[in-house]
């Protein structure tokens, strides 16, 4: 722990020289000052006579596993007070809507802040998820007594987290969980690998899929867009990076050569004005109409494409058409959920990079989900989209499959919540 403390007060300062637009900035200022918003929530609502769960989750999709978990737990343990905390600043709008006491920004990850924190807060229980374990706030609220734990348990094959030095120094953290939990019997061994006790690993599922289900269940088509939209005709194309919307924008204009009526609806991974003008400037050399912002959406006949500028919105929004794109596949990082537009029975498309995603391959696996190849050719996009189009049939059975995959998975969030009570009830933590 002595190199990675000194690398966390090393990096600190060094962040706000390597952030690209002033949103990054904002969240920098947002995480410097967590520990005092933290603070001042807790002098005027914690209450010592309660118990507190705190739940991480790094982005939004993280967030979705996190939240289907805190509504389990919330339902077993009513009388628990919750607090959550995010990394992205693309989790902004949507820590607003978790159900929690408070929720805001994590602090970085070094000692005198992580101390200030687990003080304000006194977590009963600290719940990572998914792979955003961080070291010092994991090793000083184990010793503090709080059980840490980590849910939805995520490591693909491709991990940095698996090399050195990465493993070495995230190794503290992962040995001071007193439970985790994994979502594949593969991510149960790595996490093993990475320091987690084997006593204290089990596989419970992923709980996004009871997430999204709970989205797509819970969302009228008619409310989407107005209700202006025909799913029928509509493609989606959500958390899409530059390199997505290139293929996706080219392949549009092809599609529209065969069937006039499509509709497109891109939603970047972050919409930024910046980002969103780089769609419109694409749109335009293509020749395509003027992309409408989805805040601006009128009533009446709808226009050809739709940018949705805001987050928090994509997982309803994949239900406003019949088949999906999800960004990722052309950068390093690997896709985004696929989950999401499963979860509404539609077919998906991905870009050749999935890094290992369980979820691409389990698609995949029931015909729910097409690879593009390398190098990017928006005709081989085309023409997947446009043989949904012709047998609509076809892609309503690809669709239907997924779902039925998904379905077959439900129940995880109870899962990871019964075995998170049971970790608090086994003995009262200790608070120092």
Request: aromatic share 6%.
């Amino acid at each position: 722990m002595i190199l990675y403390r000194a690398l966390a007060r090393i990096a600190v300062p060094v962040v706000p020289l390597v952030l690209r637009d002033e949103h990054q900035r904002a969240a920098h200022r947002a995480r410097l000052a967590a520990p005092g918003a933290l603070e001042a929530w807790a002098r005027a609502h914690r209450d010592p006579t309660r118990p507190l769960g705190w739940f991480h989750a790094s982005s939004v999709g993280e967030g979705l596993q996190a939240r289907a978990i805190m509504a389990e737990l919330r339902l077993a343990m009513p009388d628990m007070q919750f607090i959550y905390t995010h990394y992205s600043p693309s989790a902004e709008a949507f820590a607003a809507s978790v159900p929690a006491d408070w929720s805001g920004y994590l602090g970085y990850d070094r000692s005198a802040d992580v101390r200030r924190m687990l003080t304000a807060a006194a977590p009963d229980l600290l719940v990572f998820t998914k792979v955003d374990l961080w070291p010092e706030l994991a090793t000083r609220a184990a010793v503090r007594g709080t059980r840490v734990a980590l849910a939805a348990g995520t490591v693909s094959a491709a991990s940095g987290r698996l090399k050195w030095p990465a493993r070495q120094l995230a190794a503290p953290g992962y040995a001071a969980l007193s439970l985790s939990l994994a979502i594949a019997d593969d991510d149960a061994r790595r996490l093993e690998f990475l320091g987690c006790a084997t006593d204290r690993v089990v596989v419970t599922g992923d709980p996004r899929v009871d997430s999204v289900l709970q989205v797509a269940e819970g969302t009228s088509r008619d409310t989407l867009l107005r209700g202006s939209i025909d799913p029928a005709r509509t493609l989606v194309a959500g958390s899409t990076w530059p390199e997505d919307e290139a293929v996706v924008l080219a392949a549009f204009d092809l599609v529209r050569e065969r069937h006039a009526g499509a509709r497109l609806i891109i939603a970047p991974h972050q919409p930024t004005a910046g980002q969103l003008q780089r769609i419109d400037a694409v749109a335009r050399e293509l020749g395509l109409p003027e992309p409408v912002r989805l805040s601006r959406l009128a009533t009446g006949e709808p226009p050809p494409i739709v940018s949705v500028d805001r987050t928090g919105v994509l997982a309803a929004h994949y239900g406003a058409g019949c088949m999906a794109y999800v960004g990722g596949g052309w950068g390093k990082d690997g896709i985004h959920s696929v989950l999401e537009p499963a979860a509404w029975g539609s077919p998906v498309a991905i870009g050749p990079h999935d890094r290992g995603s369980r979820d691409a391959r389990q698609l995949a696996s029931v015909g729910a989900l097409r690879q593009l190849r390398e190098p990017a050719n928006p005709r081989e996009l085309a023409a997947i989209w446009t043989g949904w189009l012709d047998q609509p049939g076809t892609a309503q059975d690809a669709g239907r499959a997924g779902r039925a995959l998904l379905e077959a998975e439900r129940g995880a969030a109870r899962r990871s919540a019964e075995l998170l009570r049971g970790l608090l009830t086994a003995r009262s933590p200790i608070r120092g």
